[in-house]
Structures are given as structure tokens and as C-alpha cells.
């Protein structure tokens, strides 16, 4: 089974709007994080956000807020007043700490146009 | 500056050829990662390394080889055996008391 699904191929968002980017996970792991990270066409990955699962409250950074939904095990990237910047492909990703690794799992990504 | 450095970005080998990939950190971060992302696909864990000489397998080993014999490098070799080695290489780094994976510039190999 898939551990992180991002349904949404590709999105858009007028500029200045705000755009939210899905993501579902998969774990049995109590302890478990959500991350998000942006890739421009230059290829490099771009720390977002960070969600972990025992996490009160919602994690914000910035234009960048992460809607988790535990009980749903959904962990969605809002991105405010969208700037042309922006558009990039989007990938969700997961942590588990059964493993003690902390490695990642990613989805296949959004990609998100901005149009101005 | 601080940072991950990887070279070179476009790197071309003929089918059957070893090739190694080049990974140095400055950070002082205890982890490293090699991944490989495919067109339209996420990315994909090939090896890690938690500390110096010691590393292990992630979902994708076969046809890669590595080593961490300096806490700044983590150099990928695709062996001949890797079926379709022409993908996007991306190196990671993770400071030991952190979640959070720091990633380099990535290199584009192509292999005819």
C-alpha cells in the first residue's frame, strides 16, 4: 500500500489566491511525521514545513500552513496569497519511527501553476 | 558557505560503464541519504548512512554501491548492473536531533 497519495496530478491558483494541496498517508506507527517540500525546475528539494504526529496544533511557516487531520490521516499544504514564485511541484512526505531511521517516503507530487 | 554540493548537475556514461556520484556536506550533519526520482514519480530511498562507516540498503539498493568513509562525503556509484540507471540523483543530510532532510542541487544522469 501506497504510504503517502497525492491525488491532485497538478492545480492552479490565481495570484494572490490561496491554494490547498492534498495529501493522505498511510502508517500504523504511533509516532510519525508530515513534511512537505517544493521542487522549482532547477530540481532542488525545498524545505517547507513540518508536521509530527503528537503535534497539537497545526504547523504554520510563514505564507505556508500544514491542515492535519489525524483522524482522517490527511496532512494538507495551505499556501496563502500565492505568488508566480510558487509554482513548482509540491511533494508530500512521511517519517516513521519504528525503523529508528527516520527515513522518508514521498508521493508523486502536485505541480502547482500560478497564474498571474 | 554552508551547504550540500553535488557534481556535476548532467553527467553522461555509455551502458555498461560504472559511474560515481559525488556528494560533500559542510554541515556537520550525522545523516545522509541518497535518493533517485523518475519523471512524474516521487522520490525513491537507494542508501543511507546514519554515521560514519556504516550505511545501509533503503528501498532501491540493487545496481548502487556507496560509501562513508568522511562525515562530508556520501559518494553513490551506479554500477553496471543497474538496469535503468538514467534518472535524477538527489543527496540528503539530516542533523541527528532533527526530522528534517536538507537536500542538494541533484545530478542528472543519462546513460546510453
Known amino acids: 500500500a501506497q504510504k503517502i497519495t497525492q491525488t491532485q496530478p497538478g492545480m492552479f491558483v490565481q495570484e494572490k489566491e490561496a491554494v490547498t494541496l492534498d495529501c493522505t498517508y498511510d502508517?500504523?506507527?504511533?509516532?510519525?511525521?508530515l513534511f512537505w517540500y517544493k521542487q522549482p525546475s532547477s530540481g532542488e528539494m525545498i524545505f517547507l514545513i513540518y508536521?509530527?504526529?503528537?503535534?497539537?496544533q497545526n504547523a504554520t511557516e510563514g505564507r505556508y500552513s500544514l491542515n492535519f487531520q489525524k483522524a482522517r490521516k490527511s496532512a494538507n499544504l495551505v499556501i496563502s496569497a500565492s505568488q508566480l514564485g510558487d509554482s513548482a511541484m509540491y511533494f508530500c512526505?512521511?517519517?516513521?519511527?519504528?525503523?529508528?531511521?527516520?527515513?522518508?517516503?514521498f508521493g508523486t507530487g502536485t505541480r502547482l501553476t500560478v497564474i498571474p | 558557505d554552508g551547504g550540500i554540493t553535488q557534481s556535476p548537475k548532467y553527467l553522461f556514461r555509455k551502458e555498461g560503464q560504472n559511474v560515481t556520484l559525488s556528494c560533500e556536506q559542510n554541515?556537520?550533519?550525522?545523516?545522509m541519504y541518497w535518493y533517485r526520482q523518475d519523471p512524474g514519480q516521487g522520490l525513491r530511498l537507494i542508501y543511507y548512512?546514519?554515521?560514519?562507516?556504516?550505511?545501509q540498503k533503503g528501498d532501491i539498493a540493487e545496481g548502487y554501491s556507496v560509501s562513508r568513509e568522511k562525515k562530508e562525503s556520501f559518494p553513490l556509484t551506479v554500477t553496471s548492473a543497474q538496469k535503468n540507471p538514467t534518472a535524477f540523483y538527489l543527496c540528503?543530510?539530516?542533523?541527528?536531533?532533527?526530522?528534517?532532510?536538507?537536500f542538494g542541487p541533484g545530478t542528472r544522469l543519462t546513460v546510453t
Open positions: 540528503a543530510t539530516r542533523q541527528g536531533s532533527t526530522y528534517e532532510q536538507y
Open positions: 502508517t500504523s506507527d504511533p509516532s510519525y511525521g
Open positions: 508536521q509530527g504526529s503528537y503535534d497539537q
Open positions: 512526505a512521511m517519517r516513521e519511527s519504528q525503523t529508528g531511521a527516520n527515513n522518508l517516503f
Open positions: 554541515l556537520n550533519h550525522d545523516a
Open positions: 548512512s546514519q554515521i560514519v562507516n556504516d550505511f
